[in-house]
């Protein structure tokens, strides 16, 4: 009877042992693996700090070489040479069609943002996507818009707008609401194009919010293909995991 509550007891005592173990292996890998992910995120986080300074670095420098080619043309419209001044005019004449100039203007503003909240409406129906940008854009194009920006990216014929959850991309730029449209042509044609649109009649029927102001004195930046870095991640938060 005696060896045979020893042997129970050894076998407790046993599998006590091997569970104690494995618990402590467990630890140890937790630990383990929670100071890999610390280190790795701390190389990411130095990685994106060095990326985004050889960025601004970048960015410099394309300023500064614009720069330097805007003042060898104004030294060359300077000179006495009516080829070169009317090559200097057509160059010009080519950048504004292109969207390379910042230009200014009357027109009107519109401005965009998306429904108070309500508790029985679907979220996605609160909020503006790209297919309302597009339609107000449209609507504006054939009214005669001659220049649009959309919160100051220049809008372009191969310009994009994607729907990203609660942002936009424009250019390739993310942006949050609200969208501050702006158009340059007839204020009042442009106006009355879109006051009464099917476009906006409906965004007005979901509560999202539409304003639309004629202005005398509206400017369009020239379009960029390259932008700040931190106007390129302004819209976005961090995930804190």
């Known amino acids: 009877m005696l060896k045979k509550n020893k042997g129970i007891l050894f076998a407790v005592f046993f ?35 060095q990326v985004k300074s050889e960025g601004i670095e970048l960015t410099d420098q394309l300023r500064k070489i614009e720069e330097e080619i805007d003042e060898i043309m104004t030294q060359w419209r300077n000179d006495d040479n009516p080829m070169m001044n009317e090559l200097l005019k057509e160059r010009k004449q080519a950048q504004l069609f292109s969207g390379l100039l910042d230009v200014k ?11 108070p909240a309500r508790g029985e409406m679907d979220p996605m129906e609160l909020i503006i996507h790209d297919m309302d940008i ?3 854009l449209n609507e504006l194009k054939t009214a005669g818009a ?7 990216e220049r809008i372009l014929a191969t310009s994009k707008q994607f729907c990203t959850g609660p942002t936009i991309l424009i250019n390739q730029n ?34 999202i919010q539409v304003d639309i102001r004629k202005e005398t004195d ?13 106007r390129m991640i302004s819209g976005l938060e961090v995930v804190n995991q």
Not at 19 to 45: D, E, G, H, K, P
């Open 134 to 136: 597009i339609k107000i």
């Open 146 to 152: 001659q220049a649009l920006s959309i919160n100051d």
């Open 218 to 230: 509206i400017v369009i930046p020239k379009f960029r293909a390259y932008q700040d870095i931190e």
């Open 174 to 207: 993310r942006y949050p609401v609200p969208y501050i449209i702006k158009a340059i042509g007839d204020p009042e044609v442009l106006y009355s194009a879109l006051v009464d649109s099917e476009a906006v009649v409906i965004m007005r029927v979901y509560n």
């Open 15 to 49: 599998l006590f042992g091997m569970i104690i173990t494995m618990q402590f292996r467990t630890i140890l890998l937790a630990q383990q693996q929670n100071v890999m992910r610390q280190a790795s995120i701390q190389t990411l986080s130095d990685e994106l700090r």
């Open 105 to 115: 203007g009357s027109g009107v503003i519109v401005t965009l943002n998306d429904a």
